[in-house]
């Protein structure tokens, strides 16, 4: 089965540069999540999208914003990278669809390490 | 405090046994609870999802949730070494509103041959 896919799956960055993680969802989900893990720590959720609009905010850096494509992939732009943005961030999917819950269903995460 | 306390371990058992990996939590507006698996450097991967009070079996896995106590348990039976993960629970106040989950810390399972 198609799962979430990430792309780049690793990044190294610069202090103060720029850099964009992109998204694209299990086909037929339209609700997108990005979370962010530290080195031994739980998954932190920074926001959602659902059908293009956000939709729940956690945790996210002003420095940081995301939007969600017509074709639902989404994209987490992060500006002004510190040395505390090296971490894992994950996109999880979840279709509206489905009956009971939004169940997330997590990518293989993209590793970004900031020098 | 955080709002999702669980043990980091490691815990440690031999293959077959039965494990237990709980959770508590304070907040009473949780009403989905899920499960996820982590290996090293990979994205959690969904094993149990429940709905408020009460039990869920799926093979190996038992999943139990007791909202008077605010308290879930992972059971795992038969344990096998491929089941040495990072065990996470996760839960959300609804489901449906694309709400961001609430995890616990996360249980280091290791199971010795």
């Known amino acids: 089965a198609a799962g979430v896919i990430q792309s780049p799956r690793h990044l190294i960055k610069e202090k103060r540069e720029t850099a964009t993680l992109k998204c694209y969802p299990i086909p037929r989900h339209d609700t997108v999540y990005w979370y962010q893990q530290g080195p031994g720590q739980d998954p932190q959720f920074l926001i959602s999208?659902?059908?293009?609009?956000?939709?729940d905010k956690g945790s996210i850096p002003d420095r940081f914003s995301a939007q969600q494509f017509s074709d639902y992939h989404s994209e987490l732009n992060m500006s002004s990278l510190e040395l505390g943005d090296s971490a894992l961030y994950f996109c999880?999917?979840?279709?509206?669809?489905?009956?009971?819950?939004?169940?997330?269903?997590f990518g293989p995460g993209t590793r970004l390490t900031v020098l | 405090q955080k709002e999702v306390e669980q043990d980091p371990g490691p815990l440690s058992v031999p293959e077959g046994a039965i494990v237990s990996l709980n959770c508590t939590y304070s907040n009473s507006a949780f009403q989905y609870f899920m499960w996820y698996r982590q290996y090293s450097r990979k994205g959690p991967e969904l094993l149990m999802y429940t709905y408020s009070s009460g039990n869920k079996e799926d093979g190996r896995f038992t999943a139990q949730v007791d909202k008077s106590s605010k308290y879930i348990s992972l059971f795992i039976r038969d344990s096998q070494p491929s089941d040495s993960a990072t065990y996470l629970c996760a839960m959300s106040e609804a489901g449906g509103g694309a709400d961001g989950l609430t995890f616990g810390k996360g249980t280091h399972l290791i199971i010795q041959p």
């Open positions: 999208f659902y059908e293009k609009m956000q939709s």
């Open positions: 999880a999917s979840s279709s509206s669809q489905t009956s009971g819950t939004d169940t997330q269903y």
